[in-house]
Nanobody, 122 residues
Framework: VQLQASGGGLVQAGESLRLSCAAS????????MGWFRQAPGKEREFVSA????????DYADSVKGRFTISRDNTKNTVYLQMNTLKPEDTATYYC????????????????WGQGTQVTVSS
């Protein structure tokens, strides 16, 4: 699976962005998808995940209620709608894919996109 993330940018606090992750290669619909982020000098952290069917989702406490993950298997794309952005959301955001549900550990994801930068100014 090849993944390409897009949609990042520079916004002010309180504004919104929608990230997209387009997949190609193997059957996208069979993969659970995750979003992670990494700020300078910090470890990569889990943001959100969605099961292959879209029936299950998971969110980090720091984004719960503000971010929404979704997917369109007909378009081989997963989305991360980010609302009420805060300066602490500033990071490079990565999408990732794996077979199997139920982990927040980045090392358990097999495929990664190249990252898209999100910068939130105060």
């Amino acid at each position: 699976v090849q993944l390409q993330a897009s949609g990042g940018g520079l916004v002010q606090a309180g504004e919104s962005l929608r990230l997209s992750c387009a997949a190609s290669g193997r059957t996208f619909g069979g993969y659970d998808m995750g979003w992670f982020r990494q700020a300078p000098g910090k470890e990569r952290e889990f943001v959100s995940a969605i099961s292959w069917s879209g029936g299950s989702t998971d969110y980090a406490d720091s984004v719960k209620g503000r971010f929404t993950i979704s997917r369109d298997n007909t378009k081989n794309t997963v989305y991360l709608q980010m609302n009420t952005l805060k300066p602490e959301d500033t990071a490079t955001y990565y999408c990732a894919a794996r077979l199997g549900w139920g982990t927040r550990h980045s090392y358990e994801y097999n495929y990664w996109g190249q990252g898209t930068q999100v910068t939130v100014s105060s």
